[in-house]
């Protein structure tokens, strides 16, 4: 009796730790939309900063522009499902992109062709940098963008840290 008492203890535990993993993942399911961002750029052999530069809202983000630091997407709102980007709109040409080939191909979306067939204003796909990282904590979703480049700006290397962070839109299912 005392060794089915254990088991059913142990299988209540089971139960209660896969139902709390699969509510936490499902909790983090939904629609993102732009906070903020920051972007650091660093030396890349000494890891010392060079800048930092803190965009608190959309109209901020023309100053991206003037940075020295490849174009990045930047996500005026994401569509995150089982932890994974699905969905996005960006501010860099404000068009909706899917997400394809593993998380790292955003194609353009609702591409209207004019009665000619042809269509100037069509969106080039984004191709993410192979080594950003999507982090959910609560109700805030963060994509960090590491890379390293060059710029004729600076006699040695770089590496820059772009961190978009968004925050669930609890208005939208």
């Not at 991206?64 to 997407?73: D, G, I, N, R």
């Not at 699905?86 to 609702?110: A, Q, T």
Request: with cysteine; net charge positive.
């Amino acid at each position: 009796m005392k060794h089915y008492k254990i088991l059913i203890y142990i299988i209540l535990g089971v139960f209660l730790c896969a139902t709390s993993a699969y509510s936490q993942t499902n909790a983090a399911n939904g629609t993102y939309v732009f906070s903020k961002a920051t972007l650091t750029i660093y030396n890349y052999h000494t890891n010392s900063e060079v800048l930092t530069r803190e965009f608190s809202d959309t109209a901020s983000l023309k100053g991206l522009k003037e940075m020295s630091f490849p174009a990045q997407p930047v996500f005026l709102s994401a569509r995150i499902y089982e932890g994974v980007l699905i969905y996005c709109k960006l501010w860099n040409d404000n068009h909706n992109y899917s997400v394809e080939k593993n998380g790292r191909e955003l194609v353009p979306m609702n591409v209207v062709v004019n009665k000619s067939g042809k269509n100037n204003d069509v969106p080039n796909p984004y191709f993410l940098y192979p080594t950003y990282k999507l982090d959910i904590s609560g109700n805030t979703a963060t994509f960090t963008f590491s890379q390293p480049y060059g710029s004729c700006l600076y006699n040695f290397p770089l590496e820059g840290k772009f961190v978009i962070t968004l925050v669930k839109d609890t208005g939208m299912k």
